[in-house]
């Protein structure tokens, strides 16, 4: 399979090209209120009957033609990668979200440098001998609590770099502890009855009660859960059997020579108040996000000064000899593993600024344009279909929106009052849009988060890609009986 920048690269033509055909639309926004959590709150969202095609003075249609280069700050299909790379601001995507990567990156690398992790892992194994399967679901269902709860996705990939040689050492893979971390999150993101960036965003936006529907969501989440716990089980019992039926065997390289190099397992002060630092800013981290909604500046902060303090209790107890210059090399070290993630990263954001996503709906766009087609699309079909390419469509516009309150506020305006015409009740178009930007987040190779966590456990998107199609697959099935089963139901 070609290199994830090769892919990247031919979906930016496809982009190029579409925007020579479809001409480019815009809508207005307004206001919206609903109640979440015992508040009001406001939300900036598009109106759905505003959408016209711009046009120019003759009233002739304007496309939004890209050609091979743009100054002045525009978009060209030799540009766009470099757009994508600086666009947005430390908040988001592209630049806030490769930045994170990168101090994260060097933050922990510096963790590594004092050998503590390693030598925790090698004491955690000899004391969990014959219980090691147990890692695998109670990892899983954790992580898909944090993604139910708290919509966490990002943190996911602090916590790989630590799980990522764990894994690796009592027999499983990198793959492995991706589905343990991130794809555990997005389980719990898609299946969630309280996520306060996906569901209940959506389900404001749409004028559906925030937080109804719950006992059918934890239902939801129960088996979506317990079915990722299966297949994950299933996959790395199988690679601790015949390793050669790993996906990740180049990645895994790099972990199984950390552990030929650790030939004994130190533990001392030192490595207690490293470990105590580690552990305590995960906490720390995770009651900033919940109790004061806490994003990408605030927790790269965070895990910088756990880097930070680690690397000097390195070199008070000399840790692996550690030294400030090795505190140093360890974070330029940690930093650059990040690299070709940020600009896979990057170069999706940059797809997303050709088709004209970069703005917000008052703006002329493609992307505009294919929204409202696909409206008139489902709005004219039979109650059942309609309901179903709801959520088909709202899986494919993940690729462009993969911001789960983001997608809400530009789809969800469009789909509610569609299901209203097609005669599917609003609670089920929401649980199409939950369903449907949940579940790709474990594929598409725009995701900030997914490639941040590859990256992290040394796996090529083209490799994972291999790997997952099957569990997507999986999922599209239940997904889709799942939404026609709520609209037959009269889920509301």
Known sequence: MPDTLVLIFFIGLLATAITYVVPAGMFETQDISYIADGAEKTRTVLDPESFTYATDEQGELVYNSVGLFASGGGIGLMNFVFEGLVSGSKWGSA?????????????????MRTGT?????????????????????????????????????????????????LMVRIGYDGITTVMVTYVATQIGFAASWMNPFSVAVAQGIAGVPVLSGASVRIGLWIMFTIIGIAFTMWY???????????????????????????????????????????????????????????????????????????????????????????????FKEGASIML???????????????????????EASVLNSILSSAGDVIGSLPEVMAAWLMYVF??????????????????????APLADLAGVTRQVAVLAFQLGDGFTNIIVPTSASLMATLGVCRIDWGDWAKFVWRFIALLFVLSSVIVVTAHITGFA
């Not at 630049?95 to 963790?111: D, K």
């Not at 940020?342 to 008052?362: H, P, R």
């Open 95 to 111: 630049i806030g979200v490769i930045m994170f990567m990168l101090v994260i990156g060097g933050a922990f690398g510096i963790v």
């Open 117 to 165: 992790i390693d030598n925790g892992i090698l004491r955690l194994i000899d004391r969990t001998k014959g219980s090691e399967s147990l890692f695998i679901p109670v990892l899983f269902s954790l992580f898909s609590l944090g993604g139910a709860v708290f919509g966490m996705g990002e943190e996911a990939v602090a916590f790989a770099i630590i799980i990522a040689p």
């Open 236 to 330: 790395a019992n199988g690679v601790k059997k015949d390793p050669t039926k790993s996906f990740s065997i180049k990645g895994d390289v790099h972990f199984k020579n950390q552990e030929a190099s650790v030939t004994s397992s130190r533990w001392n002060l030192g490595d207690t108040l490293v470990m105590f630092t580690v552990v305590a800013t995960m906490v720390w981290v995770i009651w900033g996000v919940v109790a004061h909604a806490w994003y990408i500046p605030e927790i790269a902060s965070q895990f910088f000064t756990m880097g930070f303090v680690a690397g000097l209790i390195g070199v008070v107890f000399r840790l692996n000899g550690m030294t400030v210059n090795d505190m140093a090399d360890a």
């Open 340 to 362: 070709a993630p940020a600009l896979l990263v990057g170069s999706a954001k940059g797809i997303l600024l050709i088709l004209g996503g970069g703005g917000d709906a008052t």
């Open 394 to 415: 709202q899986s494919m516009f993940n690729f462009f929106v993969t911001s789960g309150s983001g997608q809400a506020a530009l789809t969800m305006p469009l789909m």
